[in-house]
């Protein structure tokens, strides 16, 4: 039984960092001309929303 490749080098945690929400509910609520609160509202619920339907 192998457990592991001892060929490949082993991997590492991502660098990359996760997108700041409230950054992007600023963002995106200036272009299209709403309340950044009630734009990061909506995201929030999407995301939960989203996040449930996974389970």
């Keep these: 039984m192998v457990l592991s490749c ?3 080098p082993p991997s590492r945690p991502s660098r990359r960092r996760p997108p700041r ?3 992007v ?3 995106v609520a200036a272009a299209v001309g709403v309340p950044a609160e009630q734009l ?3 995201l929030d619920e999407a995301l939960k929303t989203e996040k449930d339907r996974k389970r």
Excluded: Q, S, V
């Design 6 to 8: 001892t060929e490949c």
């Design 21 to 23: 929400w409230a950054t």
């Design 25 to 27: 509910a600023r963002t």
């Design 40 to 42: 990061r509202e909506a």
